[in-house]
C-alpha cells in the first residue's frame, strides 16, 4: 500500500488555499472538506448584545426607558462588529448613562429566539444576550448618572414586581432570574429569559 500522496495539478503554484484546503481536509478526514470561503458563508448569524445589571442600595434594579421602544429595559445594547460582549457593555453604559466602569462578572447568559418587531414584522434574528453585574450604586453614584440626550427618556430603580409592568416579559423573566444569581453567587444560563433545566 502506498501511504504517499501524489500532486496533480498542472501549475502547482496556482493552487488555490481553499482547494488546499480541500485535498488535506480529504487526506486527515477522509472526505472532501468545505474550503473557507464556502464554509465561513455558510455559518449562521446570531446577534450579540450586553447589559449590566446595577442595583441601588435597597436591592432595587436599575432600569430605562429608551425613546426608540415602547418598553423599559436594562441599560446596554448591541456589540458592534469586532467589539467583545464585555466592551460592549462597558460602551454602552457610558453612553447612556454617563457611568464609565468596568462590568463586574457575567450573571446571565440568555438565548433568545428569533421574533419579528415594528408594525412592518421585521423579522429580528435569535440572538445571545450577556448580562454583567453592574453592581450597586451608592445614592453619590446615581447622581452621576447622565442620561444620553436624545436616547433615553429616563432611569428608576424597581423591585422585581415593578419592573414586571414596565418591561417585557422576557425581560422581567431576565431580571428575575439575575437577581436569583446575585444572591446564590451563581451564572444564570437562560433560554428565553427562563432557566435551563
Not at 488546499?20 to 487526506?27: D, K, R
Not at 428608576?156 to 409592568?165: G, L, Q, Y
Request: proline share 8%.
Amino acid at each position: 500500500m502506498n501511504d504517499r500522496v501524489t500532486w496533480q495539478c498542472a501549475n502547482p503554484t496556482v493552487l488555490r488555499a481553499s482547494r488546499l484546503v480541500a485535498i488535506v481536509g480529504n487526506v486527515s478526514t477522509g472526505h472532501e472538506v468545505l474550503p473557507p470561503d464556502q464554509y465561513v458563508p455558510s455559518l449562521a448569524r446570531k446577534r450579540i448584545a450586553a447589559t449590566a445589571f446595577f442595583r441601588d442600595e435597597q436591592g432595587r434594579v436599575l432600569v430605562v426607558n429608551p425613546v426608540y421602544k415602547p418598553v423599559w429595559d436594562l441599560p446596554g445594547g448591541a456589540a458592534e462588529a469586532d467589539e467583545s460582549p464585555r466592551a460592549a457593555c462597558r460602551r454602552e453604559v457610558a453612553e447612556e448613562l454617563g457611568l464609565d466602569r468596568p462590568p463586574g462578572p457575567v450573571l446571565a447568559v440568555d438565548w433568545v429566539p428569533a421574533r419579528t418587531i415594528g408594525p412592518d414584522q421585521t423579522l429580528l434574528p435569535d440572538g445571545v444576550i450577556i448580562v454583567y453585574d453592574g453592581g450597586v450604586l451608592t445614592s453619590a453614584e446615581v447622581k452621576e448618572i447622565v442620561l444620553a440626550d436624545g436616547e433615553l427618556a429616563g432611569f428608576e430603580f424597581v423591585t422585581a414586581d415593578e419592573a414586571s409592568r414596565r418591561v417585557t416579559p422576557l425581560v422581567a423573566r431576565r431580571i428575575a432570574a439575575c437577581l436569583q444569581a446575585c444572591q446564590a453567587g451563581t451564572v444564570a444560563a437562560l433560554e428565553d429569559g427562563s432557566p435551563v433545566t
